[in-house]
């Protein structure tokens, strides 16, 4: 098993963190979504944000370390692509990329608002680094659009590996899952 990408296929450590990082994405929005309909006498009324906060920050680190490792590595070839399927395909990566570092951001602006520092589980508190003096309400909205918009860019993204998979009959995808072997 290879740890780095290749010229034939992305490696563990690509694989590893961008399934990952898809998860926890996905449970993430689940988990916003759902917390915000909790009423104050629910017991997961402060659990909730609590667990959302503190995976967010695991992000902060995760996320970073994705693109960098990406950065640094080799991308697997792409020349059986038609022109348009590169540019959409590095659009898409791009946006991705630029999203969930913008989800981060602004969820950490959330926290901080209100001059809060934000909790690692119950293991370490970040003091509020970066504040601003928009309110919790106008950061929150911006949050959650963004969260709409990355779920829908992930469905659309999903959507073009399935294509390239069942129709097309492509690599694409086969060398992005764990245990394929590609010829
Ligand atoms: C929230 C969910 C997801 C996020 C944030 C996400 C993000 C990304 C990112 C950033 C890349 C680019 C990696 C690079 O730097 O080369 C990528 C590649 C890829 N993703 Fe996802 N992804 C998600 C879900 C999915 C799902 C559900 C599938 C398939 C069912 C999928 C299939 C792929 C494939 C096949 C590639 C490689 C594309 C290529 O070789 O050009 N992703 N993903």
Redesign the pocket.
Known sequence: MNLKDTEKK?GAF?KLL?WG??LT??GMFALGYWMRTLDYYSKWYMKAPHIHESVGLLLFIVVPI??FW?LKNQ??D?SYLKPYEKLT?GLM?IA??VL?IALLISGYLISTAGDTPVALFNWIELPALITVNESKVLIGNIHQYMAYF??LL?II??LA??K?HFIDKDK??S??LPFVKIK
Request: charged residues 15%; glycine residues 0%; aromatic residues 14%.
């Open positions: 992305y690509s961008h990082v898809a994405i996905v994705f693109l990406r991308n697997p792409d395909s990566k991705l990329y969930m990355i779920i992930a993204h999903a590996a399935f390239h694409t995808l060398r992005m």
